[in-house]
């Protein structure tokens, strides 16, 4: 059975400050790991990651994946309020399975 | 960016019931629509995957006669709840892609039924 394993499940952070979530995964037939972003209701995309090593970074986020010890980093530097949400991983192997999701809540 | 339009984006029914959800792809042809449930403060639980012109493929212990689920054309899938019940109340969201790609989520579906 595939299974996706976030951490940590929350995090309460301060304006400024740095945060890095974790994503690993058990998986047959990986074809890309994804992560979102949940705030309210549905997700919104932020990254897919196919291949070891290779950072993507869109503004303050980036992620990576190691294809090797199966986990991908989610960094959010300089985090504002507006970066509280749920964040969640989800690994596709012909289907996708999401992880539990790491609550950022981040105060002002 | 690709669109995936989902609606009604509420809906409230009495038991017995059956309510249709639809999900379209406005933008580009998705060959594999996916459905799920989400329960108050947990993750997506995938409920069915489903590809355009073949029977959908349900995970387990998902009931295939209570949730029908039609993929029609490229850009349009229907999930219907069979005679609702209080327990099938929850947040329903589809999201579309192509094999192997990201997905597209839909805004979501708050089914109520009293």
């Known amino acids: 059975e595939d299974k996706v394993v976030q951490s940590p499940l929350s995090l309460v952070v301060h304006e400024g400050d740095t945060v890095t979530l974790n994503c690993s995964y058990e998986v047959t037939n990986f074809r890309s790991l994804l992560w979102y972003k949940q705030e309210k209701k549905a997700p919104t995309f932020l990254f897919m990651l196919?291949?070891?090593?290779i950072e993507k970074k869109s503004g303050r986020l980036s992620s990576i994946l190691d294809k090797k010890e199966l986990f991908s980093i989610l960094n959010i530097t300089a985090t504002q309020t507006g970066d509280s949400a749920v964040y969640l991983c989800a690994v596709n192997a012909g289907k996708s399975t999401f992880g539990d999701g790491t609550t950022l809540t981040v105060k002002p | 960016g690709a669109v995936v339009s989902q609606h009604p984006s509420r809906v409230i029914c009495k038991s017995g019931t059956s309510v249709k959800i639809e999900c379209r792809s406005l933008d580009f042809q998705a060959t594999t629509m996916f459905w799920y449930r989400q329960f108050p403060k947990q993750s997506l639980m995938l409920m069915a995957t489903?590809?355009?012109?073949?029977?959908?493929?349900?995970e387990q212990g998902v009931e295939k006669d209570k949730f029908l689920i039609n993929h029609a054309s490229l850009t349009l899938s229907t999930l219907t709840v069979t005679s609702a019940h209080p327990e099938d109340s929850s947040f329903y969201i589809c999201?579309?892609?192509?094999?192997?790609?990201?997905?597209?989520f839909g805004s979501g579906t708050q089914l109520s039924v009293l």
């Open positions: 999201s579309a892609g192509t094999w192997g790609e990201k997905l597209f």
């Open positions: 489903s590809n355009e012109g073949s029977k959908a493929t349900y």
């Open positions: 196919t291949s070891s090593g």
